[in-house]
């Protein structure tokens, strides 16, 4: 970890009070002289930091830069050896994991930007990602399990995101199989999961998982035939202060690799959480799988992330992929 890295750490662990540039030194083992060399890098990148010569330094709380350094003081000591990539902007988070992942490189990525110019869901959707609103990342791995473990991944993708973001709102988000986040009736996350394949080797050589969050999108800029779907975590005028990006950014990080190591190991756990949350367990739907689209309803959902439904003339189906909607009650 750098002196920044560390200095910061520091100063959001004691926000409420400030520091002297002797007790930084001193915690740290560092010089004055590098402390403040530190505390300078840092107001440069933009974090707010008052400094008094008789008080010390403080963190203001309004900080909410989003920033590498920031996440890894909040992840600590997990995920030391992945690479993690900040963006102001980009094109597609899920493109740049995807380019990482053809380059022959075999360091777990996670890429993250505060606005994508082409972001895109399933089907080739495209995914709104203004800037300042939302959070799209990326995850890069190379996985060595079979493709029946890889299928559960958008699943455990969904559980670590329902954790992260009930830790801070302390209300329940319901999952929309396979792939969405619902909040107050109102989709609030996609997850869009890729694969870098080998056809000769007959191998999958490294899985892209994608997740777009919206925390607080502005309804102005959300298309009309969109607003009755689209919604966000909060509203551009309640964002809590407490709120930060980057400690929801590690939470979630925390929250995946540990849905991940589970299913390495041969664990599915996470499972009963994700039917927990599921919306359309019970529901009469329309499932849509490519051209065709029939009527059913969602019995359950089993611990390969398939979907159990019963068509009207009473038989049994498992869905592996496809698209469903939840029919209106009459």
């Known amino acids: 970890m750098s002196t920044k890295q560390e200095v910061l750490r520091l100063l959001y662990s004691t926000v409420d009070k400030p520091l002297s540039g002797q007790d930084i030194a001193d915690q740290l083992k560092l010089s004055r002289t590098a402390v403040w060399k530190a505390i300078q890098q840092l107001k440069k990148d933009g974090y ?17 830069l989003l920033t590498l350094e920031g996440i890894r003081t909040h992840l600590g000591e997990q995920l030391q050896d992945w690479d993690i990539q900040v963006f102001e902007k980009t094109t597609s988070t899920n493109d740049l994991a995807k380019n990482y992942g053809a380059s022959g490189e075999r360091v777990p990525t996670f890429f993250i930007a505060e606005e994508q110019t082409a972001g895109r869901g399933r089907l080739g959707r495209t995914f709104l990602s203004p800037p300042k609103s939302g959070l799209y990342m990326s995850i890069c791995i190379f996985p060595e399990g079979d493709l029946d473990s890889i299928s559960l991944i958008t699943c455990a993708t969904a559980v670590a995101a329902t954790r992260a973001v009930e830790s801070f709102i302390h209300e329940t988000v319901g999952i929309k199989w396979v792939n969405d986040l619902y909040y107050h009736d109102k989709k609030i996350a996609g997850i869009l999961t890729e694969a870098v394949t080998n056809i000769e080797a007959q191998r999958v050589d490294a899985l892209i998982v994608g997740m777009g969050i919206n925390l607080h999108i502005d309804d102005a800029i959300i298309p009309e035939d969109l607003k009755p779907i689209i919604g966000s975590l909060f509203s551009p005028q309640e964002i809590p202060k407490s709120f930060s990006r980057n400690e929801f950014v590690a939470r979630f990080l925390k929250e995946w690799n540990q849905c991940y190591e589970a299913i390495n190991s041969g664990k599915r756990d996470f499972m009963e959480e994700y039917k927990s949350h599921s919306i359309i367990v019970g529901k009469k739907i329309n ?27 009473g ?3 498992s869905l592996s992929y496809g698209e469903v909607s939840i029919r209106p009650e009459n």
């Open 48 to 64: 707010e930091i008052t400094s008094s010569t008789k008080v010390g330094y403080q963190l203001s709380r309004q900080t909410d």
């Open 287 to 313: 499932v849509i799988s490519g051209m065709k689209t029939y009527p059913a309803t969602a019995k359950s959902v089993d611990n390969n992330g398939h979907l159990i439904v019963q068509t009207d003339d």
């Open 315 to 317: 038989s049994i189906h």
